[in-house]
């Protein structure tokens, strides 16, 4: 039951296969004869015990390998039965005797579809890291994703954000409107509208919006990639700010300031203050100013919790260590 629920499930790990690693890395483990000689009275008989639960623990561990073999064996000779859910209970005329080959699929089979599919996933991710549309291709040529719909790849990429180069994610949304005949511009489109900004405030979203990826280097692409980003927030949360336009400065603002704030090459004497920021964003609002207050609370929030990625905050803190 554990090599089935765990295993042959693609969304598990693999407890069994670590179960029987460890069960066989006990039994194979050799023990010192001569660890205890230089021990003398009550010290030897301590060791010759330890020695003693060391040997019963291989012995044990031996034995429950040969359980595990034998119940290997049995679901080998004898394969399990896949029931097919149905939508509505068949009438007994329409029931069809199913052939073995129709009903039966064996541990080793779904053990093997998911151990091909993880090998997949492996190179899936390599080939992405080194270039992100190889890695698309591939994906959609092993059947892990439609590579002909923009949006279910954007889709792929939200759910694979933890296991791609950030970087690379960041570098692929943001490519230019002609780069694929445009899809890699309606994967960002994609992207974004699959995320929710809904009564988030407003630079918590955008700390949402890039905890999936890290922004490219390159202006043009950064204003792609903020410009949906202030689409959606807008079309979410149609109150906050007049228009979209207005939303798009503000959170360029806003990755300027944390740039600027948390950027160890600035000194600190350079470094923007809440005067400047809220100097720098006067006249942003159809040649209004934003209330005051929002700016100062966006400021002190960014200074205090600096929006980045995960991985760079742990290596920070292993740095720290």
């Given amino acids: 039951e554990i090599f089935l629920n765990y295993d042959c499930d693609l969304s598990a790990v693999d407890l069994f296969h670590r179960i029987v690693n460890t069960l066989a890395k006990v039994a194979r483990s050799i023990e010192e004869d001569n660890e205890s000689s230089s021990f003398l009275g009550s010290g030897a008989v301590r060791m010759e015990k330890a020695r003693s639960a060391r040997r019963q623990l291989r012995l044990e561990a031996m034995r429950a390998l040969r359980q595990v073999l034998a119940s ?35 541990y080793v089979e779904i053990y093997g579809s998911k151990k091909k599919r993880r090998e997949e996933e492996a190179e899936i991710i390599l080939r992405f890291n080194q270039k992100p549309s190889s890695g698309l291709s591939y994906a959609s040529k092993c059947g892990h994703v439609d590579g002909t719909d923009p949006d279910e790849v954007a889709k792929y990429l939200l759910a694979n954000k933890d296991r791609f180069d950030k970087t690379q994610i960041g570098e ?23 995320m929710d ?66 950027n160890p090459a600035i000194k600190e ?44 905050d742990e290596a920070r803190e292993k740095a720290g260590d």
């Fill in 197 to 262: 900004f809904e009564e988030l405030v407003f630079d918590d979203a955008i700390r949402h919006y890039l905890s999936g990826f890290r922004l490219p280097g390159e202006a043009q692409k950064i204003d792609r990639i903020m410009e949906k980003f202030a689409e959606r927030f807008m079309a979410q949360n149609p109150d906050v700010f007049p228009t979209a336009d207005v939303a798009f400065i503000l959170a360029f603002s806003i990755i300027m300031l944390n740039t600027d704030l948390h």
């Fill in 72 to 106: 290997l064996h049995g679901s080998i000779i004898k394969p399990m039965f896949v029931e097919q859910k149905e939508e509505a209970p068949p009438k007994e005329a329409d029931v069809e005797v199913k052939t073995d080959t129709e009903k039966k699929q064996n």
């Fill in 269 to 312: 004497e350079r470094k923007m203050t809440k005067d400047g920021f809220i100097r720098n964003n006067r006249g942003i609002c159809d040649g209004q100013d934003l209330p005051p207050e929002m700016l100062m609370e966006i400021f002190d929030r960014i200074r205090d919790n600096p929006i980045s990625l995960k991985e760079d």
């Fill in 172 to 194: 692929y949304l943001g490519r230019e409107p002609d780069y694929q005949n445009g899809f890699a511009v309606k994967v960002l489109h994609g992207y974004v509208n699959a």
